[in-house]
């Protein structure tokens, strides 16, 4: 087994680009997501349980992501025709529509470009990875899940948020944020900074860990 087909981009790392079929036709990656956020995410199968679970809850969220300027993509290796037949399927029991597209990945290109593939789990079915590409096309943060464990939409929404605030407001988030709580002001860099920290209104644990209320 050639273990480079296997390889993933990295936090930091351009977004790999592409060109596949999709649910919607067929679309260049840099082209769909262009000065968009996009969540890029992969599961096993069509028609298995999890997955619909799991692309339902995404579909559900359409208005959420459209709030938050981020496009919705998925991608299984399965053909189009599955995909189509899955869809409408879901449509037809539920109610719910996967209006977001869904890339058909039977040659397993982009899941390999991607390290979506990962032989331990299995060679045929990508793991459940999911990719947050900012504006700028820069991968910004990566999950992945086992075949058998559905993924968790509020702390998909949770880190969406949180990144889009530390870009925002140029802070970090400390352990469980969520919106509308104190963020973290960066570590002063000289003794001057220090000084100004220290004769601030800022609630410090100590002059490293300061934190705020964003207004």
Partial sequence: MDTQLYN???IGDQA???EAMTTIGKLKFSDYIKGKWTILF???A???PVCTTELSGFAREKDYFEQHNTK???LSIDSIHSHIAWVNNVREKTGVVFHFPIIADIDMKVSKLYGMLQPGASETAAVRAVFFIDPN???RLIMYYPLN???NME???RVLEALQTADEYKVALPLNWKKGEKVIVPPPKTMSELEERLASKLEMVDFYLAKKELV
């Fill in 8 to 10: 993933m981009p990295l």
């Fill in 16 to 18: 790999p680009d592409f």
């Fill in 42 to 44: 992969s599961h096993p």
């Fill in 46 to 48: 069509d028609f298995t």
């Fill in 72 to 74: 919705l993509i998925g």
């Fill in 137 to 139: 096309a820069k991968i």
């Fill in 149 to 151: 464990v559905g993924r």
């Fill in 155 to 157: 702390e998909i929404k």
